[in-house]
């Protein structure tokens, strides 16, 4: 069963001091700017509600054409990035990707929502 992206969000705004929360966040939708030295408190509560990552930092992704078309609509994912996944009901995943930026390797980029697969 899929994590409910709107109790994730809230567990992430209590949990997560977000150097920024974007005007696009919504109930369903997240995107924040995590300070680097906050991304374990970040990285935890994603854990505990989504699993372990699919594609963790570091790793070339390898996901199936099914998972790689969803998260390809998302933006993609690339070996620097992230990618937490929980496939749902219904052909639905609840997700979650974190970006560090280029011009700032001390900011990472959250984005939390629902993709279809």
């Known amino acids: 069963m899929a994590a409910d992206v709107a ?4 567990a992430l705004k209590a949990q997560v001091p977000f ?3 974007r005007p696009a966040s919504t109930d369903t939708y997240l995107e924040a700017v995590v300070a680097k030295d ?3 408190v970040c990285e935890s509560a994603l854990t505990a509600a ?3 990552a699919v594609k ?3 790793q070339g992704p390898k996901l199936d054409r099914k998972l ?6 998302l933006g993609g994912v690339r070996q620097d ?3 937490y996944l929980q496939p749902g009901e219904a052909k639905a995943a609840c997700y979650a990707l974190l970006w560090p930026w280029g ?3 001390n900011r990472v980029t959250l984005k939390v929502g629902t993709c279809t697969l």
Do not use: H, N, Y
């Open 81 to 83: 990035q992230c990618l």
């Open 50 to 52: 989504l699993g372990a």
């Open 38 to 40: 906050q991304l374990a």
């Open 103 to 105: 011009s700032d390797p």
């Open 7 to 10: 109790t994730l969000i809230q």
């Open 19 to 21: 150097a920024e929360l």
């Open 56 to 58: 963790p930092f570091g």
């Open 68 to 73: 790689k078309g969803a998260v390809d609509r």
